[in-house]
């Protein structure tokens, strides 16, 4: 099975399956394709994440986050007064050194079994013959701000200004270049050949940071999944540099025990304790996440049983905690030791979950010329002033401070669960600060309050994240259980200009695959089912 955006990457990824692929295969397949028929996340000039579980139990996680240049600097983007500028999203100094093309090399040489070339020729063809749009890309591409400002975005993806209609052929040569040339030199060409030369020359042109050394030494790093548990279930997921798998473990730890679900899915209270339980984790990721190469992360002691029991004990039950009040937990003793998702599982049992992105919407909106691929603004993901809120409106602090060859402090979020040693659910989402949430809703939903996969992925949430003291609710939500979280003293906001975190989900339980696709934008997410 594959559970991704877009119909086209889906139905690559599961013909790659059937032709004898393996489900790393497919995703790096589908994630190739995404670059071409995605372009809103998918990317080569972006990062990400990929979480496998091969089908005899081991697991790994393939950190391919992007990189600070050799050339940033602490306080590159504050003026003169100290204040964060608008350079960590709009320009070619807002671009980290990409890593999804050497992540992909990385984990395909090593754990699939396809011959590179024959993955990539189906985003080639793609991209030279073009395809056709559907509505939503051909709405994004039409209401985006960030691509009219860059001239080779606007000749590639808006025609000029004429801005392309559903159904019309969106053909990109030039990036098929790229991508021909990546199938026949493989990551060296985009690291070290013709395409990184090229691409430096552009970014020392434009006033960029990236430069050819920056590419040169870009690595992909293979980690262990963080593994936690939660009731019966073991949960593996995202470590550092994401905060996503730390805030899951930490939130699911804050609720082991408290009786939250005794409520029922979708009442105030049960919401109300998953509010409180975001806002401690968000506090506590404002001061405590960082890169791991550069920071010293505290897991054991973020995720110790008596830290997690003295945060669930300042919950209280009948009113909210004001953000004001509330700030990062005392840790105890010292320390020990708009992106895309997709989801495939073969036949085999291997399991594969893949969180990447371009940071906003189209990245910073620039396509690099004769290249066709677009950059990323990851850069923003630093803290540019501790205290001061990001992109996302999330507050940070020192630990996520700019440095040359630092990864930022991200939130996606791949994850999977296991049931009795066998896996049972993989899922993630794209969403910036609201993924974690969304994934640990999705996730009770299936094994607190017993719903089927699509009914979870389906069920109205919420999201806090300490700052602002917001709840964000959605519009779907019962009108009076908004009315008993006001009661409670949350500041409920229905946000109705947010776009909420599109889940996709595949639950194995009786040697059966179910999939869930996010009916929230419901024409822009597709899936295809294999054998």
Same mark, same amino acid.
């Given at each position: 099975?594959?559970?991704?955006?877009?119909?086209?990457? =889906?139905?690559?990824?599961? =013909?790659?399956?059937?032709?004898?692929?393996?489900?790393?295969?497919?995703?790096?397949?589908?994630? /190739?394709?995404?670059?071409?028929?995605?372009?809103?996340?998918?990317?080569?000039?972006?990062? *990400?994440?990929?979480?496998?579980?091969?089908?005899?139990? &081991?697991?790994? /996680?393939?950190?391919?986050?992007?990189l600070a240049p050799g050339k940033a600097t602490r306080d590159m983007y504050l003026d003169a007064s100290g204040n964060p500028t608008r350079e960590s999203v709009e320009g070619w100094r807002s671009a980290g050194v990409p890593g999804?093309?050497?992540?992909?090399?990385?984990?395909?040489?090593?754990?699939?079994?396809?011959?590179?070339a024959d993955l990539l020729a189906p985003s080639i063809r793609l991209a030279s013959k073009g395809f056709a749009l559907n509505g939503p890309v051909a709405e994004s591409l039409?209401?985006?701000?960030?691509?009219?400002?860059?001239?080779?975005?606007? +000749?590639?993806?808006?025609k000029g200004g004429a801005f392309?209609?559903? $159904?019309?052929?969106?053909?990109?040569?030039?990036?098929?270049?790229?991508? +021909?040339?990546?199938?026949? @030199?493989?990551?060296?060409? /985009?690291?070290?050949?013709?395409?990184?030369?090229?691409?430096?020359?552009?970014?020392?042109?434009?006033? *960029?940071?990236?430069?050819?050394?920056?590419?040169?030494?870009?690595?992909?790093?293979?980690?262990?999944?963080?593994?936690?548990?939660? +009731?019966?279930?073991t949960i593996l997921t995202a470590p550092p540099p994401s905060a996503g798998g730390v805030g899951l473990l930490e939130m699911l $730890?804050?609720?082991?025990?408290?009786?939250?679900?005794?409520?029922?899915?979708?009442?105030?209270?049960?919401?109300?304790?998953?509010?409180?339980?975001?806002?401690? @984790?968000?506090?506590? &990721?404002?001061q405590y996440m960082g890169d791991p190469d550069s920071t010293d992360v505290p897991l054991t002691r973020l995720l110790d049983p008596a830290y997690l029991r003295s945060r669930r004990e300042s919950i209280a039950p009948a009113h909210a905690t004001p953000s004001s009040?509330?700030?990062? *937990?005392?840790?105890?003793g010292k320390e020990g030791t708009q992106t895309v998702h997709y989801n495939v599982m073969d036949a085999e049992g291997n399991a594969v979950a893949v969180t990447y992105t371009l940071n906003d919407g189209f990245g910073n909106g620039i396509t690099v010329p004769g290249l066709g691929f677009l950059l990323n603004d990851e850069m923003d993901d630093f803290t540019a002033r501790p205290g001061r809120p990001n992109l996302f409106g999330v507050v940070q602090g020192e630990a996520n401070a700019i440095a040359p060859g630092k990864r930022p402090v991200s939130s996606m979020t791949p994850t999977m669960v296991l049931r009795?040693?066998?896996?049972?659910?993989?899922?993630?989402?794209?969403?910036?600060s609201r993924i974690p949430t969304a994934v640990l809703q999705v996730l009770l939903n299936i094994v607190d309050f017993g719903m089927n996969v699509q009914d979870a992925v389906d069920f109205p949430r919420i999201h806090h994240q300490w700052q602002p003291d917001k709840l964000y609710v959605e519009q779907a939500m019962r009108p009076e259980t908004i009315s008993g979280l006001r009661a409670l003293g949350h500041d409920t906001d229905l946000a109705p200009g947010v776009v909420p975190p599109r889940? *996709?989900?595949?639950?194995?339980?009786?040697?059966?695959?179910?999939?869930?696709?996010?009916?929230?934008?419901?024409?822009n997410i597709s899936k295809a089912l294999g054998y």
């Open positions: 099975m594959v559970v991704t955006e877009e119909r086209q990457a =889906a139905d690559v990824g599961v =013909a790659v399956l059937k032709s004898g692929g393996n489900a790393v295969d497919a995703a790096v397949a589908i994630g /190739f394709t995404l670059a071409v028929t995605h372009p809103f996340a998918g990317n080569l000039g972006g990062g *990400g994440f990929m979480l496998i579980r091969f089908a005899d139990g &081991r697991s790994t /996680f393939i950190d391919f986050r992007e999804t093309v050497r992540g992909f090399e990385v984990v395909q040489s090593k754990y699939g079994r396809k011959k590179w039409r209401t985006t701000k960030n691509l009219a400002g860059d001239p080779e975005s606007k +000749r590639i993806f808006l392309y209609k559903e $159904g019309e052929t969106l053909v990109q040569a030039d990036l098929a270049a790229t991508l +021909r040339r990546i199938a026949r @030199f493989g990551a060296s060409d /985009f690291y070290e050949g013709e395409t990184a030369r090229r691409f430096a020359s552009e970014m020392a042109t434009h006033g *960029g940071l990236i430069t050819l050394d920056d590419l040169r030494n870009y690595r992909a790093v293979e980690r262990a999944p963080l593994t936690g548990k939660y +009731r019966d279930y $730890g804050m609720l082991n025990g408290s009786g939250y679900q005794k409520s029922g899915a979708g009442t105030a209270r049960t919401y109300h304790y998953l509010a409180e339980v975001m806002r401690r @984790f968000y506090a506590d &990721r404002s009040t509330l700030g990062p *937990g005392t840790l105890p009795d040693g066998r896996l049972f659910l993989l899922l993630g989402t794209p969403g910036g889940v *996709g989900a595949i639950l194995i339980e009786n040697g059966h695959l179910e999939g869930a696709v996010d009916p929230r934008n419901t024409r």
